[in-house]
């Protein structure tokens, strides 16, 4: 009986484990969205400002609405990144396929800015939609 029984755990173990191999794990990282956050990071206008799409315009949509220009999301995170924060923590929370050469990028930007009060905490949460086109990666959607 004893011998049974380990015999059913050990099949059941066996099972589980194949069936988490066969589960593709989360992508955590995407190299075009790692040229993003460095150049967020850097406060760098036109390198921002490149990643997104021209034809056909990046869209961007936030609580005022939304707006198809290029530059609108490059030049917003440019006057961001001009206050000095004292600490910017970009964190990706999910990268999906949406289909071939379309990712959508869920991500949260942290900030740290100086305050006569106090450090004041800024968070915005985002997502990208990036389209591969021709042989490189662009932004064609974001959301915050």
Do not use: C
Not at 15 to 43: C, V, Y
Not at 57 to 64: C, D, H, K, S, V
């Amino acid at each position: 009986m004893k011998t049974a029984f380990r015999l059913i755990v050990s099949v059941i173990a066996l099972l589980f484990l194949f069936i988490q191999s066969t589960i593709p794990a989360r992508a955590t990282s995407f190299e075009p969205f790692d040229h993003w956050s460095a150049a967020l990071k850097s406060g760098n206008e036109s390198a921002l400002a490149a990643l997104y799409s021209k034809i056909p315009p990046a869209q961007l949509q936030t609580e005022r609405g939304t707006v198809q220009d290029a530059t609108a999301e490059a030049q917003y995170w440019a006057a961001v990144m001009s206050k000095n924060p004292t600490g910017v923590n970009v964190k990706v929370l999910d990268i999906e396929h949406r289909q071939p050469g379309v990712i959508e990028v869920v991500l949260r930007v942290e900030m740290m800015f100086p305050a006569d009060s106090g450090p004041q905490a800024v968070v915005a949460a985002m997502h990208q939609v990036w389209q591969q086109q021709g042989n490189r990666w662009s932004i064609v959607f974001t959301r915050r």
